[in-house]
């Protein structure tokens, strides 16, 4: 298998409302189907001569879905976009007695071969054979591992999530540590895999990293298989694997299910070095329904489940002595240097005159020290850091047949979550830890199913995907910072303070990012057409990306102070004495990113033991774009006026360019070719290639290119700190986007 990427760039209230968004979903007319599900074989006589001719009728018992279809001239039939189950498969012909094959498995993304001989008779007479051993199968070149429900069920899981058994698969690497759906597979890229659930697009938008956004409950899993190679040309955007995930269904009896798993440090012991056991309180608790709506024609099946979860790591921190915080280094064996006169100041004690009056106050929201024995600033302070987390997922589906020849099925995905965590410094937001993550998910599809004869099939599918992702920390939104007289600087958000040699001040990674709604629509429309031989497959795809995004990740300043002109960081601070700094906020951006695909695929049974597929794909992405052109890029060859050397920063939408961020790349054409040889009746042997194009982008690129469209600018001494690049009393210069 060949693979090549395409060139990347160098809450509403519905949405609050699972349920409302579930019968709105199946109002419509909802739903998504199993994926490429079927079954095939031939019909023969006794001779082993080709019946044309014969009635084929495929049957589940459980839910009353019913298929009929007749056999080619060359006595082949083929039924597709099958839901996985167990099935019993009746062929019949005038003058022959008919036979029926019970217990058929059908599983996800897997042609199922059963071929069928008829003896010379009446049709009253029949013969009925009960499948007793898994079936072989010969109809494909793709080599793919399918995860049963009773792996699923019994397999010990963390947090009871299905795709981690993945890595099952021979295949199948890890990417990181922990736990989570983010796999190589087949020496692909990490990152790189295909996730579909009921046929529809589980992954992240096209403009962010193409991981997994919902990792299904385990009680609500049928069963997942992992296609690693030479899959179908209906499967594509993957640079390794696909996986195809399978929900389960309602039946004609009703089946539930109620379930708790806990953890408590009360049933615990402390390890041997720790003086105390941690805190811990894990509840994950849930239910599922599932049933007749009116039996035969209409099924439901429901799985809610919660997870609640708080623990307390312990924290071992650097922090100044109370006596410190206030200019007084007396009993330090360091000097501290007055950085005007680079003298030492007397009795190692900063006047109080000379403290400057933003630093001061930044420096007395450190807690005092409650480490006995322990020196200043040597992990000195020691404290527990609770965090609380709160999920709730839902998976609801309703199966519906109205006729032989129309099928629809609704299927809705929920997970509102979030994660609180604490601060521990005596004054809320104004540590390092404090931060509230606040995210949904909600995907919901439809798929219509219809059959316009036996051998001509359309299946249309519309895939809706919401998600919000918000992190707030604690020291966003107060008014901390307006006490402290800092200027310059957003006076909604309390600033970043890092000190060499302690704990630092405010949040350090980011101070606020509100990412919502985050969309990434799914519509796509397939054809399958069996003539004869051939089973032939064609369809377009077309996903709506977007993404609106605040990015604050040092909107109330970010200021640095070293030990270089003062002999402690604590005392640069307490004069002032900045070495670097900095503010970025970001405008409002609402970044686009589409994609569209078409591809043909004709499975071609040469010979009885012989399976040719064939296909091609056509893939297109659409350059990330800015709805209102906040957007820079970079024209290395153009030459800046401002040093007469190449290289000139650019704005879409402004002299000439367009709103791309990058050309398009029209030439993404990936042929499939493969075969399938039943050599022997219990060994196939199986071969391909492909060429693969995975999305345009392998990392997140909805904020990347804000230069021009952000509150930025950045400071920094000439001599590391010798020289300040400003004093804090007098605040972060002034900062202006460009017009």
């Keep these: 298998m060949f693979s090549n ?78 839901t996985a189950g167990s099935y019993d498969i009746k ?134 298989n992992v296609a690693v190679s030479n899959y179908a040309a209906e499967l594509g955007r993957t640079g390794g694997g696909v996986i195809q995930m399978t929900t389960k269904s309602g039946t004609n009896d009703f089946h539930g299910s109620a379930y708790e798993f806990f953890r408590n440090d009360a049933l615990n012991t402390r390890t041997f070095f720790a ?62 240097t007055d950085p005007l006169t680079k003298a030492p100041f007397a009795n190692n004690v900063i006047p109080a005159s000379r403290l400057d009056s933003v630093g001061a106050k930044l420096a007395a929201f450190y807690p005092a020290p409650n480490v006995p024995g322990a020196p200043s600033g040597k992990a000195n302070f020691r404290s527990n850091l609770p965090s609380r987390n709160i999920a709730d997922d839902y998976v609801a589906r309703i199966d519906h047949i109205f006729n032989d020849n129309n099928r629809i099925f609704g299927r809705l995905l929920a997970e509102p979550s979030h994660t609180v965590t604490d601060s521990i410094f005596p004054t809320p937001g104004t540590d390092s830890f404090g931060v509230l993550s606040h995210n949904y998910y909600y995907n919901a599809g439809a798929t219509w199913y219809h059959n316009f004869s036996p051998t001509l099939i359309n299946e249309a599918r519309f895939n809706y995907s919401r998600r919000q992702a918000l992190s707030i920390s604690a020291g966003a939104n107060t008014d901390i910072d307006q006490s402290l007289g800092l200027a310059g600087i957003n006076q909604k958000f309390f600033p970043t303070v890092t000190v060499t040699g302690l704990q630092a001040l405010g949040n350090t990674s980011q101070q606020q990012r509100l990412q919502t709604p985050i969309r990434s629509d799914q519509y796509t429309d397939n054809i399958t057409l069996t003539r004869g031989s051939h089973q032939i497959k064609f369809g377009v795809e077309y996903r709506y990306s977007s993404n609106v995004d605040l990015y604050s990740p040092s909107a109330g300043g970010s200021f640095a102070f070293n030990d270089t002109a003062t002999g402690s960081g604590l005392a640069s601070l307490l004069l002032g004495w900045v070495n670097s700094a900095s503010r970025l906020e970001t405008y409002q951006l609402h970044t686009r990113a589409d994609s569209y695909a078409a591809f043909i695929q004709d499975d071609w049974r040469v010979s009885p033991g012989l399976t040719l597929n064939l296909g091609l794909r056509y893939d297109l992405d659409q350059p990330r774009w800015e709805t209102n052109n906040r957007q820079n890029s970079f024209d290395p060859l153009a030459i800046n006026p401002v040093s007469g050397t190449s290289g000139v920063i650019t704005f879409s939408g402004i002299n000439g360019l367009g709103k791309y961020a990058n050309r398009w790349d029209k030439n993404n054409f990936g042929p499939r070719v493969g075969f399938a040889w039943k050599a022997a009746e219990s060994w196939v042997v199986r071969g391909g290639g492909a060429i693969l194009f995975t999305g345009a982008y392998d990392q997140a690129t909805p904020i990347v290119a804000n230069t021009g469209f952000s509150v930025q600018g950045s400071f920094v001494s000439p001599d590391n700190g010798l020289t300040p690049a400003f004093l804090l009393a007098a605040g972060l210069p002034a900062v202006v986007s460009p017009t």
């Design 5 to 82: 990427s395409a060139a990347s760039l160098s809450v509403s209230k519905l949405a609050r409302n699972p349920l409302r968004l579930l019968l709105l979903t199946t109002a419509f007319g909802a739903p998504l189907f199993a994926q490429t599900s079927e079954i095939s074989g031939r019909i023969l006589d006794s001779s082993k001569g080709a019946l044309a001719g014969a009635k084929i009728t495929l049957t589940r018992s459980e839910t009353g879905l019913r298929r009929t279809t007749l056999s080619s001239e060359d006595g082949y039939y083929h039924l597709s976009l099958l």
């Design 91 to 224: 062929a019949e012909r005038e003058g022959f007695q008919s036979r029926t094959r019970t217990g058929v498995v059908v599983e996800t993304g897997v042609n199922s071969v059963v071929d069928l001989q008829l003896e010379v008779g009446t049709v009253s007479e029949s013969v009925t054979v009960t499948e007793s051993k898994p079936l072989l199968e010969t109809g494909t070149s793709a080599i793919s591992h399918v995860v049963e429900n009773k792996t699923i069920a019994a397999m010990p899981l963390l947090d009871r999530r299905s795709a981690q058994l993945t890595r099952l698969n021979g295949f199948v690497v890890q990417a990181g540590a922990g736990a989570g759906a983010t796999f190589a597979i087949a020496g692909g890229r990490g990152n790189n895999a295909n996730y579909l659930i009921d046929g529809g697009s589980a992954q992240n938008l096209s403009l962010g990293v193409a991981t997994l956004q919902f990792d299904p409950p385990v009680e609500a899993m049928q069963e997942f």
């Design 275 to 336: 003086s105390a056991k941690p805190v811990l309180r894990y509840n994950l608790f849930g239910a599922s329904l599932g049933g007749p709506i009116r039996r035969n024609r209409t099924q439901f099946f429901f799985n809610y489940e919660g997870k609640r979860q708080t623990t307390a790591t312990t924290q071992i921190l650097n922090v100044p002595t109370v006596a410190e915080t206030s200019g007084d280094f007396s009993a330090d064996a360091y000097r501290i």
